[in-house]
């Protein structure tokens, strides 16, 4: 058996949470190098984190299947690997199965190490807009495909112009913003087109092609002056989830102003005690969710419509809204409620960091059942959030601030706050909401009935 026979081909995993695609960031081998199992060879950005990626082989790379800032989709090559002079077996087998028996726990998700999927490769779908000329593009097999631009085909007698396009994604791209590919130059090796070379095609009015109108809506067209943000990545799937959102879940919003001054005053008694493990005000307001949650759990639960069923979590899994450069995130504290208070300020001090740093697994990111959202930090007073489908409920905090409130028949300046719940109709009625809300309210405005709760 050959080298090039015996070479072992990692295919792209799925990183978490069924992601179709990653972009490829920054490659940590190149071609020559000598890599072990599960030695992290590529750094990708998916729609929710920048993750390293491990190889479950060992040997030698041959090949790096694509360029940083290119977007590869799941399941397509990634990275070859031949055998070390004097192997016997294909590079990484034996390793790789002693992982597999082992159980290793750097598998990655989505990608078991039974799959034994060298050869395994997902059929690409044909989106050539007519059929490849016998003698253009590449040899049978490449990775490299030919897209037949639009005006090879309006124009029989031209010459058709190929586009070397590797990523499906930069196809729709294109395809999306009616872009002709074949004007675009490509940066990539051999001139392969990349998804920023779409992006500054398309920052350019000049390269767009002429769009047959519908005439059921008028657009603007885009001026000299506009700037055009292509809605892809983490922006994208924050569209696709708010729009979601709306579209499915019937959501009610209610909110109460309430004084916060004994919340403030018993932080500052808690830090006073204990100045080596300070506790924030986000930390405390978790507390008093977690504790509202127990009450009325039928606010920590989502609809499942396929089974026309609502399932009350038994843990609660919250979700912490986190504004970071890649947009906003909602890195989750799993089973939350096992957490001392302690222990909450600890977690969400780790964790809002480590979002903001873009270093959260894609798992970090999902799965929350509740949504604490502390828009107060922007300086504003209120909002109607959107739920974080699928969940049922989300909490929002604003700006605590000082403002005249009666206290005992006196008027006094107090730092007050609004606490708005936006909540899933289906889930429950406006009594197991408003009586969540005055729950937290009166734990914020008098700190003892969260101890006498708990």
């Not at 792209?12 to 190098?33: H, Q």
């Not at 055009?228 to 989830?241: E, Q």
């Not at 708010?242 to 001054?261: G, K, M, Y």
Request: proline share 7%.
């Amino acid at each position: 058996m050959t080298t090039v026979e015996r070479t072992q081909v990692f295919l792209l995993p799925d990183l978490g949470e069924g992601l179709s695609e990653a972009e490829i960031v920054e490659w940590r081998v190149a071609v020559g190098d000598i890599v072990t199992v599960d030695q992290s060879v590529v750094e990708v950005e998916t729609a929710k984190a920048v993750v390293d990626v491990p190889c479950p082989y060992a040997g030698r790379v041959v090949t790096l299947h694509g360029a940083a800032g290119e977007v590869r989709p799941v399941g397509q090559p990634l990275i070859t690997i031949a055998p070390l002079d004097g192997d016997d077996e294909p590079a990484g087998h034996a390793t790789y199965r002693e992982e597999e028996r082992a159980g290793s726990g750097n598998v990655l998700i989505g990608y078991g190490t039974g799959h034994g999927g060298a050869t395994r490769r997902r059929r690409r779908p044909r989106l050539a807009l007519a059929p490849e000329p016998a003698a253009a593009g590449p040899a049978r097999g490449s990775d490299v495909v030919g897209d037949i631009g639009p005006t090879a085909v309006g124009h029989p007698g031209a010459a058709a112009a190929t586009a070397l396009v590797i990523s499906p994604i930069v196809r729709r791209l294109a395809r999306e913003h009616g872009l002709d590919l074949a004007t675009v130059r490509g940066s990539g090796p051999g001139g392969v087109i990349r998804r920023a070379d779409v992006e500054a095609a398309l920052a350019v009015p000049a390269a767009r092609l002429t769009a047959v109108p519908d005439p059921h809506v008028a657009l603007a067209p885009a001026g000299d002056g506009d700037v055009i943000v292509p809605l892809t990545g983490v922006r994208k799937v924050i569209a696709d989830k708010l729009s979601r959102s709306r579209r499915e879940i019937p959501e009610v919003t209610i909110w109460v102003d309430v004084d916060a001054t004994g919340l403030l005053e018993t932080r500052a008694a808690i830090n006073a005690a204990t100045p080596d493990a300070p506790v924030s005000i986000l930390a405390l307001l978790a507390r008093i969710c977690l504790s509202g949650l127990r009450r009325f759990p039928q606010l920590n639960a989502r609809v499942d419509t396929e089974a026309q069923r609502i399932v009350q979590s038994a843990g609660v899994h919250l979700g912490i809204a986190a504004q970071t450069d890649r947009g906003l995130l909602v890195p989750v504290l799993r089973d939350a409620q096992r957490l001392t208070t302690a222990e909450l300020a600890a977690e969400l001090a780790v964790t809002t960091a480590a979002a903001r740093a873009g270093s959260l697994p894609p798992a970090r990111l999902t799965g929350g059942t509740f949504t604490l959202n502390n828009y107060g930090v922007f300086g504003v007073d209120g909002s109607t959030p959107i739920i974080n489908h699928p969940e049922a409920a989300l909490l929002g905090v604003g700006r605590i601030v000082d403002k005249p409130w009666v206290v005992d028949g006196q008027l006094a300046v107090r730092k007050v706050t609004q606490l708005s719940l936006t909540f899933d109709h289906r889930v429950c009625d406006g009594g197991v909401a408003g009586g969540f809300l005055r729950h937290v309210a009166d734990c914020v405005e008098r700190p003892a009935l969260l101890i006498a709760a708990v």
